[in-house]
């Protein structure tokens, strides 16, 4: 009998030490899932790599500029500054006919802004991705100029597009698409007006399009680039709205005789007073920029607002009033850099520094009122920062560099004309001529274009040299990568430069 019930009482132990053995090896296995959760979710905020398999064919895709500013904080200008700047080919990106005002028509020729070329590399192979103003993006050979493909849009494009990465499905035209708008002069009073496509890489295919809805906006063009964070796409439309999306071709469907990728939000970024008093003027052409969760957005209405991707509304809406043409730029000091245009307001256009977390205005630098074309002032490109210094160019025909942190003893009066604030320390200042491109910074180096050329300055800590020169009329921001610079121009050809 006492065998017999140890017997059983062994079988017991066993089965309780096996039980608490699995139990241990499944919270092992939980502990470590979980520790990589986190890992995965940061990787994800942008993929920049993935392998495609098509046609038996393997190859692996890398992004080295996959939007405009080279990453969502707006802040990647290229690696690898040339030696020299020799021409090494430039290739022809046509023209094309577009409805300005009062519906007259005009012939625009090669791109202009914001106009800056994608670059990335299929097996190592560098490409760069353009739009044009001939109606057609463009997939160009980086290392001749020559046209791989091309696909025509209904209008001129001119804003740059976003390369997205999808790790998550194996179909090769879907695990590499490009996001880009164009004009819709054309279509404005029609049913559709088909701005924002998503044009496979692989085969230069268009694997959906999106209809940009008529609103009190005089415009229904797409010149922003879109954010990607995970697997949901950011974007302002020239309509007013801000949108979310998924950017994944596998969940699109049709709607009004098109395949529309899925709307998650849409949100209003301007009021009706807004659309008076800019007289329709409502367009959103800056690039929202991302950081800790917060997406921050310049509108046409004259707001920049933060929208908090986890409350999936909006946080902070600091009221400016002008137009705001540049995208926002994120500092190192978790604060905002936002372009401001000399329109609709009483004080100067310039450059403003917004603390989101505070809800502070940092600094403000006024730029001179100067008519050029049909501007008067203020910025039209975006800023940008390398370490502790930050430049951008103005319409008044300078290049400025001023320090991000420090500023200068005495305050200067804000856009309202009004109130007082700090206004940052002057480093440099260079007569470069008007612009509406963004600098780079790139290896010690600031590149500046504009409508009078392309001045390159060699810099030294605070000090700065002009070494080059590149005549030529410029509205496009550059990219440099592996001592290339490449540039569009409004003489209607692509420009690459340098080794």
Same mark, same amino acid.
């Given at each position: 009998m006492f065998s017999v019930n140890f017997f059983y009482i062994r079988i017991i132990l066993i089965f309780c030490l096996i039980t608490l053995s699995c139990k241990k090896n499944h919270?092992?296995?939980?502990?470590?899932?979980e520790d990589l959760i986190p890992k995965v979710k940061k990787n994800q905020e942008f993929v920049n790599q993935v392998s495609i398999k098509n046609d038996s064919q393997e190859f692996v895709i890398k992004v080295i500029n996959p939007t405009f500013l080279g990453?969502?904080?707006?802040?990647?200008y290229g690696k690898g500054i040339p030696k020299k700047w020799n021409l090494q080919w430039k290739t022809w990106l046509g023209s094309g006919k577009t409805i300005v005002k009062k519906g007259q028509e005009q012939l625009w020729s090669g791109a202009g802004w914001t106009g800056q070329p994608l670059f990335y590399l299929e097996n190592e192979h560098p490409y760069l991705l353009q739009g044009a103003y001939d109606y057609h993006l463009k997939k160009i050979d980086a290392l001749n100029g020559k046209i791989v493909w091309e696909y025509p849009f209904e209008d001129v494009i001119k804003g740059t597009g976003t390369i997205w990465l999808n790790s998550q499905t194996e179909i090769p035209e879907l695990k590499a698409v490009v996001i880009q708008g164009s004009r819709?002069?054309?279509?404005?009073?029609?049913?559709?007006?088909?701005a924002l496509k998503a044009i496979s890489l692989i085969n230069g295919k268009c694997v959906?399009?999106?209809n940009v809805e008529k609103t009190k906006s005089y415009s229904r063009d797409v010149d922003a680039s879109a954010l990607i964070v995970n697997d949901t796409a950011y974007i302002g439309l020239?309509? %007013?709205?801000?949108?979310?999306?998924?950017?994944?071709?596998?969940?699109?469907?049709?709607?009004n005789e098109l395949l529309q990728p899925k709307i998650l939000k849409k949100v209003k970024l301007y009021k009706n007073e807004d659309a008076v008093l800019h007289a %329709?003027?409502?367009?959103?052409?800056?690039?929202p920029a991302y950081f800790d969760r917060k997406v921050f957005i310049s509108a046409g209405s004259g707001h920049v607002v933060t929208y908090d991707l986890d409350q999936k509304k909006i946080v902070w809406d600091y009221f400016i009033g002008s137009d705001l043409d540049g995208s926002p730029v994120v500092?190192?000091?978790?604060?905002?850099?936002?372009?401001?245009?000399?329109?609709?307001i009483k004080g100067n256009g310039g450059v403003l520094k917004l603390n989101p977390k505070n809800k502070n205005v940092e600094w403000f630098f006024p730029t001179q009122n100067k008519n050029f074309a049909d501007w008067k002032g203020g910025l039209i490109g975006s800023p940008s920062i390398s370490d502790s210094l930050c430049a951008f160019i103005a319409i008044d025909g300078n290049t400025y560099v001023v320090h991000l942190n420090k500023v200068q003893s005495k305050t200067v009066k804000l856009f309202d004309s009004k109130t007082e604030v700090f206004c940052p320390m002057l480093i440099f200042k260079y007569p470069t001529g008007p612009s509406i491109s963004t600098p780079l910074w790139v290896d010690n180096h600031l590149i500046c274009a504009g409508y009078h050329g392309i001045h390159i300055f060699y810099r030294e800590n605070q000090n700065f040299k002009l070494i080059k020169k590149i005549p030529g009329r410029f509205e496009a921001t550059p990219f440099v990568y592996n001592k290339r610079l490449y540039i569009a121009s409004r003489d209607g050809y692509l420009y690459c430069y340098g080794e």
């Amino acid at each position: 009998m006492f065998s017999v019930n140890f017997f059983y009482i062994r079988i017991i132990l066993i089965f309780c030490l096996i039980t608490l053995s699995c139990k241990k090896n499944h919270n092992n296995e939980n502990k470590k899932i979980e520790d990589l959760i986190p890992k995965v979710k940061k990787n994800q905020e942008f993929v920049n790599q993935v392998s495609i398999k098509n046609d038996s064919q393997e190859f692996v895709i890398k992004v080295i500029n996959p939007t405009f500013l080279g990453n969502n904080q707006r802040n990647f200008y290229g690696k690898g500054i040339p030696k020299k700047w020799n021409l090494q080919w430039k290739t022809w990106l046509g023209s094309g006919k577009t409805i300005v005002k009062k519906g007259q028509e005009q012939l625009w020729s090669g791109a202009g802004w914001t106009g800056q070329p994608l670059f990335y590399l299929e097996n190592e192979h560098p490409y760069l991705l353009q739009g044009a103003y001939d109606y057609h993006l463009k997939k160009i050979d980086a290392l001749n100029g020559k046209i791989v493909w091309e696909y025509p849009f209904e209008d001129v494009i001119k804003g740059t597009g976003t390369i997205w990465l999808n790790s998550q499905t194996e179909i090769p035209e879907l695990k590499a698409v490009v996001i880009q708008g164009s004009r819709q002069s054309k279509n404005y009073h029609q049913k559709n007006a088909p701005a924002l496509k998503a044009i496979s890489l692989i085969n230069g295919k268009c694997v959906w399009e999106l209809n940009v809805e008529k609103t009190k906006s005089y415009s229904r063009d797409v010149d922003a680039s879109a954010l990607i964070v995970n697997d949901t796409a950011y974007i302002g439309l020239e309509n %007013g709205y801000f949108l979310s999306f998924l950017p994944d071709a596998r969940q699109a469907k049709h709607k009004n005789e098109l395949l529309q990728p899925k709307i998650l939000k849409k949100v209003k970024l301007y009021k009706n007073e807004d659309a008076v008093l800019h007289a %329709g003027n409502l367009v959103i052409e800056a690039s929202p920029a991302y950081f800790d969760r917060k997406v921050f957005i310049s509108a046409g209405s004259g707001h920049v607002v933060t929208y908090d991707l986890d409350q999936k509304k909006i946080v902070w809406d600091y009221f400016i009033g002008s137009d705001l043409d540049g995208s926002p730029v994120v500092t190192p000091d978790s604060c905002i850099l936002v372009s401001i245009e000399k329109q609709y307001i009483k004080g100067n256009g310039g450059v403003l520094k917004l603390n989101p977390k505070n809800k502070n205005v940092e600094w403000f630098f006024p730029t001179q009122n100067k008519n050029f074309a049909d501007w008067k002032g203020g910025l039209i490109g975006s800023p940008s920062i390398s370490d502790s210094l930050c430049a951008f160019i103005a319409i008044d025909g300078n290049t400025y560099v001023v320090h991000l942190n420090k500023v200068q003893s005495k305050t200067v009066k804000l856009f309202d004309s009004k109130t007082e604030v700090f206004c940052p320390m002057l480093i440099f200042k260079y007569p470069t001529g008007p612009s509406i491109s963004t600098p780079l910074w790139v290896d010690n180096h600031l590149i500046c274009a504009g409508y009078h050329g392309i001045h390159i300055f060699y810099r030294e800590n605070q000090n700065f040299k002009l070494i080059k020169k590149i005549p030529g009329r410029f509205e496009a921001t550059p990219f440099v990568y592996n001592k290339r610079l490449y540039i569009a121009s409004r003489d209607g050809y692509l420009y690459c430069y340098g080794e």
